[in-house]
């Protein structure tokens, strides 16, 4: 019998990066204080912020720079950041320490595995993916953490109403991204193609920087029926 083995959706390409001797400290002495251990088990999202709030997920948020201003900014709501870069994890529990934002918590995992094993149906509010890698060469297409699979274990996880946010800044995965989504009978857009920026999210230096060049930022943002 022929034996096919499949390779599994990922959230990410591990990749090395620099780590400060800051992010280092905040790991080793934040993460087991502000962090969520990865397990196989479903996990109490009302203990583990100490409230019942509404619940935001983010995927993949980088150095952490945007999701601590948006924490800080809506503090009756409570956010779970999902990376797998220890300096990013480093950098944002240092901005939560600082800043004594008491409504983020991070979970240093691959995404598709805690969605899968630690989060229960219906958990959350919103989600929110701020421009993922794009994998611009066609034959990495498959290596985008936006493909179908992924995008229905998304809509299991939210509620019926909640949000799902993408935002990039290559035309091609906006595109992509938007196509996958209306291809999705449990999701339904909220604008016409692509969504103003909300309020919530903020300028990074980086896209105000791409902005100024001329560069295109599109924002697609769909609702769970």
Not at 52 to 60: S, Y
Not at 89 to 100: A, P, R, T, Y
Not at 116 to 135: E, K, L, S, T, Y
Not at 148 to 168: D, I, N, S, W
Request: positive net charge.
């Amino acid at each position: 019998m022929e034996h096919r083995h499949h390779r599994p959706i990922r959230s990410f390409v591990l990749r090395q990066g620099r780590l400060t001797d800051a992010q280092q400290r905040a790991v080793e002495q934040l993460l087991p204080m502000r962090g969520i251990a990865y397990a196989p088990q479903l996990l109490d999202l009302e203990n583990a912020f100490g409230r019942a709030a509404p619940k935001i997920l983010e995927i993949g948020f980088g150095m952490g720079d945007a999701t601590a201003q948006i924490a800080a900014a809506n503090p009756d709501k409570d956010y779970l950041g999902i990376e797998v870069h220890t300096p990013g994890v480093g950098n944002l529990l240092k901005l939560m320490s600082e800043q004594n934002l008491v409504n983020l918590r991070v979970i240093r995992h691959d995404a598709v595995e805690v969605l899968r094993d630690m989060i229960a149906d219906d958990a959350f509010d919103g989600v929110h993916i701020f421009f993922p890698d794009p994998w611009p060469k066609k034959r990495h297409h498959k290596r985008r953490l936006m493909q179908q699979e992924f995008v229905r274990l998304l809509c299991r996880k939210l509620k019926p109403g909640g949000y799902l946010h993408f935002a990039t800044d290559w035309e091609d995965y906006a595109q992509w991204t938007l196509e996958m989504l209306r291809a999705e009978p449990q999701l339904t857009n909220t604008a016409a193609d692509y969504a103003s920026r909300p309020n919530y999210r903020p300028l990074t230096k980086f896209e105000r920087r791409g902005l100024n060049l001329g560069h295109g930022v599109w924002d697609v943002i769909f609702r769970r029926q």
